[in-house]
């Protein structure tokens, strides 16, 4: 229950509680009171399946409504998806109510959901993992005694919107071909930095790409850099990205060689338009001044 809330009648949500049934920002706000309470027993995504993807989504049906759930490492400002009951798109008018998009207009037709808070003010808070929205018919245009159908429900069509209206990469557990996983479709368990490769599209002072202008690796930094195997300046290998991100978008690592050069490394699950960090050896700060290049 929502401790803040305050209704009609005196008393937050026990002095509300015999017009659950007549006011639906009631049971939102006080499902224990309500006994409203979403379906028990959903599977918490797990971080190693993220990949890339910002955002996850799952649904469950119970008494004539579904429950949407969504877990995000970014802050969401508005969505869209559709449901699938055994593979048929669910068509019917909706209405969506309560959960993390309480204070968002929700709503449903043609197989297609969506919610934005129309006042621009709303955001659902990187780190999430709650009820998105309950979906029910909406009565104003279906026939009374609309229902659901029986069947395995999938969310399907995810589109997330970040508060700057940047495209959130998210997908569902039927949803296994998105892009933003296909990276690591392969690897079980941490990620894995990608195996390190020449630039095939690599233009250089010579003709013949990388393996023509080999000659210049140690005169000309920027072939070095986009010709790593060619020029045999391939980074060291770092240890996995932990799979566990938390509500984190970006994960650093650093490695040093002999020769006192430092490779830094990043996983991330956000755009990045610029970085700053500290680098320690021993846990003293490293001083001087650098220079970056490549990646």
Known sequence: DDPSFVGPLPGGCSGNGLLCGAVPAISDSCPASCDACPPAGLPVPIATEFGDCGAFFEAVIEDNAVFVFLATTMDVAGFQFSILIDGIPVLMKLLGSGGLAAAFEVSGNNGNIAGIDLGGGSVIPMGS???????????????????????????????????????????????????????????????????????????????????????????????????????????????????????????????????????????????????????????QPLGGSFTGTGG
């Not at 071909?177 to 930095?193: M, N, P, R, S, V």
């Open 129 to 283: 993992f709650d009820v998105l929205t309950k979906l029910t018919p909406d009565f104003s245009v279906e026939p009374a005694g609309t229902t659901f159908p029986d069947g395995d429900i999938c969310v399907v069509n995810t589109v997330v919107s970040s508060p700057d209206a940047t495209e959130v990469p998210a997908f569902s557990t039927c949803m296994k071909d998105a892009l933003c996983l296909k990276k690591y479709d392969d690897q079980e368990g941490d990620f894995h930095y990608p195996a390190c490769k020449d630039d095939e599209d690599f233009v250089g002072p010579l003709p013949g790409g990388c393996e023509g202008n080999m000659f210049l690796c140690s005169s000309l930094s920027f072939v070095a850099d986009s010709c790593s195997v060619t020029c045999n300046t391939c980074p060291p290998i770092p240890d996995p990205v932990p799979a566990d991100f938390g509500g984190c978008t970006a994960y650093f690592d650093a490695i040093g060689t002999e020769d006192g050069t430092v490779f830094v490394y990043v996983a991330t699950v956000a755009d990045l338009t610029g970085f700053e960090f500290s680098l320690t050896i021993e846990d």
